[in-house]
């Protein structure tokens, strides 16, 4: 046992170089002023209060908007895909998740990347539209390019988070719910769906994070103007060169995200209250089996 | 009495493992039916066909002389009692009962009235709020139960409903049930894997073994006429004996000739015979058909279960009177205690 437990120690010891050392630095770069040694620190919150711009705070604005469209598409697509995946056969069902999953063995870079050649003025389905004999499109730089990007990078995390729970459902549930004279309809709307919301709470955690603070996608589909709080501090740090004040963002964004999470952490706790204690936090109905 | 529900040659298979092999049975209205067999049997197969949760591979299923086979489960005047429960995890007691109800759009004022009435006669009062994850497998087998009488159907379907209760609330629950059935005049389709329950609620006991009909009748018809040595030995304690059909009314076996109340089998036929243990007595060595040595004695409450080994064999015996291990003793019985039955495979 005690063998064991010191495995954890390199573990431990990466986390400390490379995870809270980092975050300290931040810390310290975002209360401090620029241009001075690690001799003369300055502290101040000027970098804070510099973020509460109209211009800055437009930008947090669109970045929540665009993740929270994105979250909510996730949804509504990936739940009948989940749905759909998860009520056929077992085999069918692993060689559809490995399909859902096999993008994601792609380098993001490179599946954004492939976008574009899709979506450009002379893309993939511009030169389609063409040839069908409509008028091309402008479809790069825009919001609905950016937002097109996300849920294709992340919807799969919400269709894999539903589709757990969806097939560890217990059938026989749906056996008494018909047996008990509910149709499809009834039943899905109340036994299947209620029993399914930790799944998809688990997928907007899952969709909404990355999704609010990605640069890639926003830079790639959205071309060089189109800036999100991502794109905002990786400017801040490799473009302006200023530090501090990407520090101070990366803070700001991180105490959002944690905001949503405690949101969508008690979203989950009422939904398991009104369940009168199961515990399917993890998903499973783990219940009749 | 009208047939209610009728089984015409019903075959299923899973991936071409014959699971009933040709189940032909009739259902009357009011009936308490029994389905009996080991595990394994396909007596769930049976129900979930008749609930409409799978269809048979061959034959038909009449409701009120109507094929059913199509009909999808929520359009059947059948509620189940499931195996494993299956109550909605995420409802409360009352919300599970009250979820049939609600889906045919019952007031609420009558949903409560009846919701009530229900866990009163399940003994539930007071649990209406419980979650349904944290009641015992004996509270959340009433509820399921609850939840399908709830809906007033003509057949419920019950799926070993008793099984996860102790003995007492067993018995206790074996009346409340046969009382309700009674009381409300519904069909009841009752699955166990327990002959005693079986022999104790039911009108009529349809005995299964590997998706095969072993025998139909009441219950005092299986335990003392088994028409063959599966029935005999799953219901009941039983000595089944290798004998031969001389002729009417006499039969050989363990080296004597026996007056018997059978008849109708082929001279010389090679039969079955069951004699059951309590239809034994233990009397004097110089007084009994046969004679042995008693070589265990078991005390079971009401009466002692003692062993005597023959020449041939080793009878078990039920009486009250206790016998010494050791002892020589002679086993008497009459001749309507000697059940004769064809050998199985051979009717
Ligand atoms: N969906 C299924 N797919 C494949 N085989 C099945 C399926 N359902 C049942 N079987 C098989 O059919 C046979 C009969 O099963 P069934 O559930 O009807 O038995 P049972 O008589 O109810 O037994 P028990 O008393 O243990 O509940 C078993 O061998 C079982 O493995
Ligand atoms: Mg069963």
Redesign the pocket.
């Known amino acids: 046992m005690k063998a064991f437990r010191n495995l954890v120690k390199p573990y431990l010891f990466w986390m400390g170089i490379f995870i809270v050392i980092p975050m300290l630095l931040i810390v310290l770069y975002a209360f401090t002023r620029q241009g001075n040694d690690v001799m003369t620190l300055t502290f101040t919150i000027d970098n804070f209060v510099k973020f509460f711009d109209p211009i800055f705070l437009r930008v947090l604005g669109k970045s929540l908007q665009i993740a929270f469209v994105t979250t909510l598409i996730s949804i509504i697509l990936g739940y009948p895909v989940a749905y759909y995946v998860a009520n056929t056969k077992e085999k069918t069902q692993t060689l559809l998740i490995l399909l859902i999953t096999i993008p994601m063995w792609i380098n993001m870079l490179v599946r954004t990347y492939s976008w574009i050649s899709i979506l450009s003025d002379n893309g993939f389905l511009n030169v389609i539209l063409k040839a069908i004999g409509l008028t091309p499109v402008s479809l790069m730089y825009t919001d609905f390019a950016v937002t097109l990007g996300m849920v294709y990078n992340f919807m799969p995390f919400m269709i894999l988070s539903i589709y757990t729970v969806l097939a560890k459902m217990d059938k026989a549930l749906i056996a008494a719910s018909y047996d008990l004279g509910a149709n499809r309809l009834q039943t899905f709307l109340r036994i299947v769906l209620p029993l399914s919301i930790p799944g998809i709470i688990a997928g907007i955690t899952l969709v909404f994070l990355p999704a609010v603070s990605t640069f890639v996608i926003p830079k790639f589909l959205g071309g060089g103007n189109y800036m999100l709080i991502g794109n905002l501090i990786e400017n801040q740090f490799i473009t302006v060169g200023e530090w501090n004040f990407g520090s101070a963002i990366s803070l700001i964004m991180a105490m959002v995200i944690m905001a949503s999470m405690i949101l969508t952490r008690r979203l989950d706790k009422d939904v398991e209250d009104s369940d009168k204690g199961v515990n399917n936090g993890n998903g499973g109905v783990m219940y009749g089996r | 009495m009208r047939k209610l529900i009728q089984f015409k040659n019903v075959v299923k298979d ?2 071409g ?1 014959l ?1 009933l092999k040709g189940i032909n049975l009739d259902i009357m209205e009011n009936e308490f039916v029994t389905l009996l ?10 129900l979930r066909i008749l609930g409409g949760f ?1 269809e048979q591979s061959e034959g038909q299923v009449f409701f009120d002389d109507i094929e059913i086979s199509k009909v999808p489960p929520y359009k059947r005047e059948i509620n189940t009692v499931f ?1 494993r429960y299956a109550l909605f995890p995420h409802m409360d007691v009352f919300d599970n009962i009250a979820f049939g109800l609600r889906i045919k759009k019952t007031s609420e004022n009558i949903v409560k009235q009846k919701v009530t009435k229900m866990l009163k006669l399940v003994n539930l009062e007071g649990y209406e709020n419980r979650a349904v994850t944290l009641l015992s497998g004996g509270q959340q087998q009433r509820v399921a139960i609850a939840r399908a009488l709830v809906n007033e159907p003509m057949v419920l379907l019950l ?2 409903p008793l099984g996860a209760l102790d003995l007492k609330l067993r018995k206790e629950m074996q009346l409340e049930l046969k009382k309700i059935q009674k009381e409300v005049g519904i069909t009841f389709i009752y ?1 166990t ?1 327990d002959q005693e329950e079986a022999l104790t609620m039911s009108d009529k006991i349809v005995v ?1 073994n590997e998706g095969e009909i072993q025998q139909i009748g009441t219950p005092t018809d299986i335990y003392n006429e088994p028409e063959n040595r599966f029935v005999a030995d799953f219901i009941g304690e039983s000595n089944i004996i290798d004998g031969i059909m001389i002729d009417d009314y006499r039969v050989f076996f363990d080296g004597i000739e026996f007056e018997c109340v059978d008849y109708g089998f082929e001279d010389n036929e090679e039969v079955d015979i069951v004699i059951r243990p309590e239809d034994l007595d233990i009397v004097p060595l110089e007084m009994g058909k046969l004679s042995g040595k008693v070589v265990s004695t078991l005390f079971k409450g009401v009466h002692f279960e003692i062993v005597v080994e023959t020449p041939n064999r080793k009878f078990i015996v039920h009486t009250t009177d206790n016998s010494p291990i050791g002892t020589q003793v002679g086993l008497h019985f009459f001749k309507e205690d000697i059940h004769v039955m064809w050998k199985m495979g051979t009717y």
Do not use: A
Not at chain 2, 37 to 46: A, E, I
């Open positions: 899973f991936d493992q699971v067999g080991p595990s394994g049997c396909g007596k769930t197969t049976l799978i195996q799926d070993e699955v894997h299964i």
